[in-house]
């Protein structure tokens, strides 16, 4: 991704919580069931082993947030995906999260920065099965 900037690495945090997680003072296998969900059907397999459980079964999720995104921010998508998003946007930040769907670890692994760098406005909402009043009609 040629546009990538803004690059955040948070192996430090994930070291300190690992750190804590051994020694019994924090519990961080306790994924939310919506993001143990989203990895099951969304996720990207790593060739990388769970740090807690030591099995294979680590996947990344990203998530795309920015004003320019409207009502799209949010959501999950592909690396595919964020190579065409990265020419039709200004700028959006992309967080990477890995999940364990065996033991539930997940962390924050890396968040940056994509966008050609043009102001845009966000596109123009349109309706969806999750608007309240969309049911209604």
Request: charge should be positive; hydrophobic fraction near 30%; aromatic fraction near 10%.
């Amino acid at each position: 991704m040629k546009s990538q900037r803004s690059y955040i690495d948070y192996s430090l945090d994930k070291r300190a919580t690992l750190l804590a997680l051994f020694r019994g003072t924090v519990d961080a296998c306790d994924a939310d069931p919506y993001l143990l969900r989203a990895a099951q059907w969304h996720g990207e397999k790593t060739s990388r082993n769970c740090p807690v459980c030591k099995k294979n079964g680590l996947v990344e999720l990203r998530y795309t947030y920015g004003e320019q995104l409207g009502q799209y921010s949010g959501r999950i998508k592909s690396p595919k995906e964020l190579l065409e998003m990265e020419t039709e946007f200004g700028e959006f930040r992309v967080y990477i999260v890995e999940v364990c769907r065996d033991c539930s670890w997940n962390h924050l692994c890396a968040s940056f920065i994509l966008g050609d760098g043009k102001e845009r406005k966000a596109p123009r909402k349109v309706r969806t099965l999750e608007d309240e009043d969309y049911a209604a009609r």
